[in-house]
């Protein structure tokens, strides 16, 4: 389905009067597409190609799609999802993605399934890629936390070997300094926190949170993914940061058949931990009314603007310097050892357990 054929509805918290410091204009894609073969591929590649344009044409810097955009995300039939990854890369699917960056002056950040030959062997990853708004490669990341049995099906975890090189890295846009993560990885307050103390100001989830999917059994899931929002705004929180969750809404087909909902609950909160961006709600779609209710594409765009917010908490003396209460400085480092240990204790049982040397 081609962009075109709908409306976009755009919902924003900008400024007309942004400061010379660096700050980013977000924007986030929320729609529906089709996923499983190369047709749907390049369906949504098109999308890309024109919510590039539209967003270009306000002022946005950097542009978030789903997890799993190219290709879609509920591919569970293994060989399909590994045949998608080794098509787009043999077709230059992603130098397109590049072009439409560099030809709209805006960094997109474009979820894909990637194929790659690490440690003497093929393997396909659930991956983002980032292109700066030069068309160059400012990131590719691969999800280091799978969810589920599908996905574990799928794909192998992300930088398992050393020749992968850094998981956890941060690039700039517009002056800022950005971070990735995956979907689930969203649930694991170590990570956002480690780009945090890598220099992060800004932190984009693409995500697949759905309501519903169709699992590699042919069953329906029975229990809706859980809406993390509140999760967002404790990650910008105890972290100082924007952080933003970019999630499909709707339905998603494969071969002309509805394998999952979406949603739909794209954010974005800022470092007080308020949401700029939550999707409001939309009237109830009309079959005779275009444009309405749940089936539409939207583009929600906000600005970042670290030099908008000041502490968080009231000042203080510390020795003879008037100092701002801020968790970043006031971690006791020497004391988070068992953060990384090898072994947990089970809250059930209260035994100790090991972790495996290799994710499973």
């Keep these: 389905m081609q962009l075109r054929e709908y409306a976009l509805i755009i919902q924003s918290f900008v400024s007309d009067d942004l400061p010379r410091t660096p700050h980013v204009r977000l924007a986030l894609y929320q729609g529906f597409g089709t996923a499983g073969s190369m047709q749907a591929v390049q369906a949504n590649l098109s999308t890309l190609q024109a919510v590039a344009h539209r967003a270009a044409d306000h002022g946005v810097h950097l542009l978030s799609f789903p997890e799993l955009y190219l290709s879609g995300y509920d591919v569970t039939d293994v ?3 590994h045949r998608l990854a080794d098509e787009i890369q043999q077709q230059g699917v992603l130098d397109k993605v590049a072009a439409a960056a560099r030809a709209n002056g805006l960094a997109i950040i474009c979820p894909y399934p990637e194929a790659a030959d690490v440690a003497g062997k093929r393997r396909y990853y659930d991956s983002i890629a980032v292109y700066g708004s030069d068309g160059v490669l400012l990131k590719n990341y691969r999800k280091t936390h799978l969810w589920g049995g599908d996905e574990r099906n799928n794909w192998s975890f992300g930088y398992v070997f050393a020749e992968e090189g ?11 300094r950005v971070g990735v993560l995956n979907c689930y990885e969203a649930e694991f307050p170590e990570l956002c926190r480690i780009l945090a103390l890598k220099g992060a100001q800004l932190v984009v989830i693409p995500t697949a949170a759905d309501e519903y ?11 809706p993914y859980p809406d993390v929002q509140f999760l967002i705004r404790a990650n910008a929180y105890h972290n100082n940061l924007f952080c933003a969750y970019s999630n499909r809404r709707g339905t998603e087909t494969l071969n002309g058949e509805v394998v999952g909902g979406y949603l739909g609950n794209s954010c974005l909160a800022d470092p007080h931990g308020n949401f700029l961006i939550p999707a409001f709600p939309l009237p109830p779609r009309r079959d005779d009314q275009p444009g309405s209710g749940w089936d539409d594409h939207m583009l929600l765009i906000a600005d970042c603007v670290p030099a908008f917010y000041g502490p968080t908490h009231p000042e203080t003396k510390i020795g003879d310097r008037t100092k701002a209460t801020q968790y970043l400085n006031d971690r006791r480092w020497d004391l988070y050892g068992p953060l990384t240990a090898s072994e947990r204790v089970d809250q059930a049982t209260g035994l100790s357990e090991q972790y495996p040397e290799q994710p499973e």
């Design 79 to 81: 060989d399909s999802a």
């Design 213 to 223: 999917t169709v699992l590699r059994t042919g069953e329906l899931t029975k229990t």
């Design 166 to 176: 850094e998981a956890y890295s941060v690039f700039e846009v517009n002056g800022l």
